[in-house]
């Protein structure tokens, strides 16, 4: 199993995982539950920081999706019950950089428009992703650009850039679930785990 910094992660039979994933899985790290529940503050925090300024999210697809949908179903869940009620629109770009568990040299961006206000993203891996991103955010002089990243992982030298919201920091592994994939498997899963070799092995294009 994963040993570093003296943290193994769950056991998998401690959860419900689909079965067609058993023996892909080293251990479970962050339980859909626990992401839920971080989810929830990361809202309050956003809402309890954008006074009154109209959001448009930018989820980044495709491993994106599931972080930013519950993201922004908590914001609304918030605002319903506040007389703060905050103006969303959400657009969706797609990036892809990453073939097996190696990050590619090619950054593609995908479907990118008007935007104002970034607040949905993924993972941040290297930081690389993130810096082509915001400068091409920053080109429309949006009033404010903020990040939201559900996972930053810990590296040796400091991260160029950090989202303005992180979710959780964790050890630098490659991590599937919670529809962060690999070679587009693993999205089906609810809960943040890793790979295990034979996983990597039978995935691998
Ligand atoms: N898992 C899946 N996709 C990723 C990762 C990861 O750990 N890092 C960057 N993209
Ligand atoms: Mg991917």
């Not at 040993?3 to 419900?16: A, Q």
């Not at 206000?117 to 400068?135: H, N, P, R, S, Y």
Request: some cysteine; hydrophobic content about 40%; overall charge neutral.
């Amino acid at each position: 199993t994963a040993s570093y910094l003296g943290w193994f992660g769950y056991s998998l039979d401690l959860f419900n995982y689909p079965t067609h994933y058993s023996g892909d899985l080293d251990c479970v790290i962050i339980p859909h539950g626990v992401i839920m529940d971080r989810t929830e503050r990361l809202a309050r925090n956003i809402m309890d920081d954008l006074g009154d300024h109209d959001i448009v999210v930018l989820c980044v697809l495709k491993g994106g999706y599931q972080f930013c949908a519950d993201l922004v179903e908590r914001i609304k869940a918030l605002s319903r019950n506040s007389n703060h009620t905050i103006p969303m629109r959400v657009h969706f770009i797609r990036l892809r950089s990453y073939l097996n568990d190696q990050s590619t040299e090619d950054l593609h961006i995908l479907g990118a428009e008007d935007l104002s206000f970034l607040a949905g993203k993924g993972i941040v891996g290297t930081g690389k992703t993130m810096e082509t991103l915001l400068q091409h955010v920053k080109a429309f002089k949006p009033k404010m650009i903020k990040v939201a990243g559900l996972l930053v992982k810990r590296v040796q030298h400091s991260l160029a850039s950090v989202p303005d919201y992180v979710g959780f920091e964790i050890p630098n592994r490659f991590v599937v679930g919670y529809a962060l994939d690999y070679n587009e498997y693993f999205r089906d899963l609810n809960h943040i785990c890793i790979i295990s070799e034979s996983g990597k092995k039978k995935y691998k294009v």
